[in-house]
């Protein structure tokens, strides 16, 4: 089948079957490629419109009981400081995210269960929900919990939660994590999610070493069948601290970075409303990395609000941007980049899924 024949059935709004996501995938045709971004953008304006929304992310902690093969704040990596942001300190970024009329707020960090870690996490969210007058919108992203620890932290306040599945092939996912990271949990965690009432997101990595294109078409069938709100997908990148890199002979950062942008304009030609970030592990292997995933039809992104001092600790791969820059520095940079694309940004709007409103009503 030809590239054209795809490109007709978008633009005609027809959906793509999983062999032709895969061959659009695959594709590395430089003139079929901006079509198929031009198409995604088109796409994103219908459904989004020219708005980009800022969700500021604090990485509040890198203290984590996982130990993922990949990721360069896991437990088995001594090489780091760890650290764990105080309660006063996390709550004066949020309030500083919601005086620069950022709209949402990210915390994400290292998984840890325990009852202390729980009820710290639901201080924070009903704190922060007080001192921003109920007005700053609250995203999670901190791992596998029991029903009820989701259940307080949205009682609490916080109304989206981000659970990347990783891979959404069980054997893939097997080979990218130690014997008790459990696949099936994961999968429990995120529809225990949606039950509760979350606006909920999940996402992979791209280009991970054993993963096929047809992995990747099935991440998006996922999405599909388990019906998210959201997606936050990147590229993997390696880690030089990590077992994952060991596999990784010759690491294409040009390859990646495609392959990202391609994966984020799939997802929005197939799924169309969901809410779709362009991860900062985009901008670690391009310096325009996010505001082309804006343009491959990404309609989120994330300055990062963690204090400086704690960001050259918190490197899930090698490469992280802005280590240095503190908040209000990277947001000057992402509003002349997102501005630079002619997208206007959400300030003040919380930025919810389209996807999501449309089952509310
Ligand atoms: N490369 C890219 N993304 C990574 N993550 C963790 N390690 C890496 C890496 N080496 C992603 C995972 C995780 C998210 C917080 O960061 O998908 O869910
Ligand atoms: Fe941080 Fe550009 S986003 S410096």
Known sequence: MDMKKIIDKIKNDLKLSADELRLLLETEDEVVLEQIFAEAYRIKLKYIGNKVYFRG???????????CLYCGIRKGNKNIDRFKMTEDD?????VWTYENDYGSLVIQGGEIESPEHASFIE???????????G??????????????????WFTAGAHRYLLRIESSNEELYKKLHPADHNFARRL???????KTGYQTGTGVMMGLPGQTSEDMVN????????DMDMLGMGPYIVHNETPLAKEVKDFDKEKQFMLGLKMIAACRIYLKDVNIAAATALQALNPQGRELGVQAGANIVMPNITDTKYRANYQLY????????????CKGCLQRRIEKVNETIGFGEWGDSPHFLKKKK
């Open 318 to 329: 090698d490469g992280k941007p802005c280590l240095d820059e503190n908040s209000s520095m």
């Open 219 to 226: 991440d998006i069938l996922f999405f599909e069948r388990e």
């Open 135 to 152: 007005k700053l919108g609250i995203t999670l992203s901190l791992g596998e919990q029991t029903p009820e620890v989701y259940q307080r």
């Open 57 to 67: 992310i604090i990485e509040f902690s890198n203290i984590c009981a996982k130990d």
């Open 188 to 194: 429990d965690c995120l529809r225990e999610l949606k």
């Open 90 to 94: 996390i709550v004066k970024d949020a």
């Open 123 to 133: 201080r924070v969210v009903k704190r922060i929900k007080t001192e921003t007058d």
